[in-house]
């Protein structure tokens, strides 16, 4: 099965920067790599719902963003490395989540995040006023 790992959050101050990673491991399900993943990335706060930052098509050529992170973070990935980032630039205090990385195979990148089917265990982002 299909093993996600995020790595990179921390706490730091309004405006700062910071990246995420998220690698894949494990056994891949018969003919599939992890080009064959739509990669997302999700973040939820304590009492809030859990809402989509940004997601990535395996070619790279179809990318969607949250319109509260436009401009500010940029996702990408490097699938020789089964590897997916997340550039995260003038943080705000509202940008403090939980962040989480998901999978699903496909191509689409705005598909409902139950259809994402596998799920890192988190990394916890606080950026401080």
């Known amino acids: 099965q299909v093993q996600l790992s995020e790595s990179g959050g921390g706490l730091l101050q309004a405006g700062g920067s910071l990246r995420l990673a998220c690698a894949a491991s494990?056994?891949?399900?018969?003919?599939?790599?992890?080009?064959?993943?739509?990669m997302g990335w999700f973040r939820q706060a304590p009492g809030k719902e859990r809402t989509l930052v940004a997601a990535?098509?395996?070619?790279?050529?179809?990318?969607r963003y949250a319109d509260s992170v436009k401009g500010r973070f940029t996702i990408s990935r490097d699938d020789g490395k089964n590897t997916v980032f997340l550039k995260m630039n003038r943080l705000k205090p509202e940008d403090s989540a939980v962040y989480y990385c998901?999978?699903?195979?496909?191509?689409?990148?705005?598909?409902?995040?139950?259809?994402?089917?596998?799920w890192g265990q988190g990394t916890q982002v606080t950026v401080s006023s």
């Open positions: 998901a999978a699903r195979v496909g191509t689409v990148v705005s598909r409902p995040q139950n259809e994402y089917r596998y």
């Open positions: 494990g056994r891949y399900p018969p003919g599939r790599t992890f080009s064959s993943y739509v």
């Open positions: 990535i098509s395996g070619s790279g050529s179809s990318i």
